[in-house]
């Protein structure tokens, strides 16, 4: 046995002139595709490249604001996608439906909300840094940059120690009707979202503000119900709400009757100041920041 070994070995690693000659040509077969083909592969054609589903959360986010920002984008989407998945299954026979949106088409509602939900996110951009100095003023959760950064979002330390998880929906006392629509950080940043203009296409605007107005809206004006950022933040929340938070029962609450009784008024801190040069839209999102701030007579100022 000691002596077979080395004999098997010399055999293979000679071998005859007959066995040699089919290892050889496989072998400079293999080689030559190899060489042959790596380099001259096409690039496969990809039609979403350069497309992300990540959020896209700016490197002046640190680690505590990146997590608690993608969380609460994350529930941002959560609220869209269970709006429009109540949309897609009941259309305008829910009385959900019909409460914010009125007799208006469901094919759009439905279509702001994908968008937010799974809609491109490499086209805009949040941001933790303060760029335009806006996060001193009293209040500010956050805002559009406007013309210094269309698609930039500031998100200022004040919404990271204030804003609520998805999962305390209908907890802490809130309602639907009587709570901010940026007590939640998920309903703040669909409306955040929204005044990106590759989100909103600069079309999802302010028409109605509390919750009582928007109500108003939908009898009045569905179309422009359809569109208003704050009709889209209250519907994802009651759907939310009632279907999955607190199965039938929710959280809607009584619509405070007396305008600026409670309830939620201007909406957000998300728009910038008055900008020294006024486009159109800016100059209705600075009169929608005019009212969000109001000092109260404790003293303290509000802003949602
Ligand atoms: C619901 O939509 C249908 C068309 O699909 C329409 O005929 C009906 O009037 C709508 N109902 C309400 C309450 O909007
Ligand atoms: C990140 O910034 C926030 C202010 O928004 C601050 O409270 C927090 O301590 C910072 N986190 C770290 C890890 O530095
Ligand atoms: C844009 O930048 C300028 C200069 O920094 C600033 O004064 C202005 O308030 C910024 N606009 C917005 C919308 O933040």
Redesign the pocket.
């Known amino acids: 046995m000691k002596g077979a070994l080395p004999t098997v070995l010399l055999a293979l690693l000679s071998g005859s002139p007959a066995s040699a000659g089919p290892v050889q040509r496989r072998q400079e077969t293999v080689t030559q595709t190899i060489t042959a083909s790596a380099p001259s592969a096409p690039t496969p054609w990809s039609w979403n490249a350069g497309g992300s589903q990540a959020w896209p959360i700016h490197e002046s986010c640190n680690a505590t604001e990146r997590a608690l920002l993608n969380k609460g984008l994350d529930d941002a989407a959560m609220l869209a996608a269970h709006a429009k998945d109540h949309v897609l299954r009941f259309?305008?026979?829910s009385a959900m439906?019909?409460k914010y949106f009125?007799?208006?088409?469901?094919a759009e509602v439905v279509g702001w909300y994908d968008k937010i939900a799974n809609g491109d996110r490499s086209r805009f951009k949040f941001r933790c840094d303060n760029v335009d100095g806006n996060c001193v003023l009293p209040g500010w959760g956050g805002h559009w940059r406007g013309e210094n950064g269309t698609d930039e979002t500031v998100i200022c330390p004040l919404s990271y120690t204030t804003r609520k998880p998805l999962e305390g929906m209908c907890g802490y006392g809130y309602t639907v009707a009587t709570g901010a629509l940026s007590f939640y950080f998920g309903s703040d940043l669909i409306h955040r979202l929204l005044h990106m203009p590759s989100v909103g296409e600069g079309v999802a605007e302010h028409f109605a503000d509390s919750h009582a107005e928007c109500l108003k809206l939908a009898h009045e004006n569905?179309a422009e119900a359809v569109r208003n950022s704050h009709t889209l933040q209250y519907f994802a929340l009651d759907a939310y709400a009632f279907d999955i938070a607190l199965p039938n029962e929710g959280c809607s609450g009584k619509t405070p009757k007396k305008e600026g009784e409670k309830g939620d008024k201007g909406g957000h801190g998300a728009t910038p100041p008055p900008p020294t040069t006024t486009t159109p839209s800016a100059a209705s999102t600075t009169s929608a920041a005019a009212t969000e701030c109001h000092t109260h007579a404790d003293g303290a100022v509000h802003c949602s």
Do not use: D, E, H
């Open positions: 259309g305008n026979s439906y019909q009125g007799t208006a088409p469901s569905p």
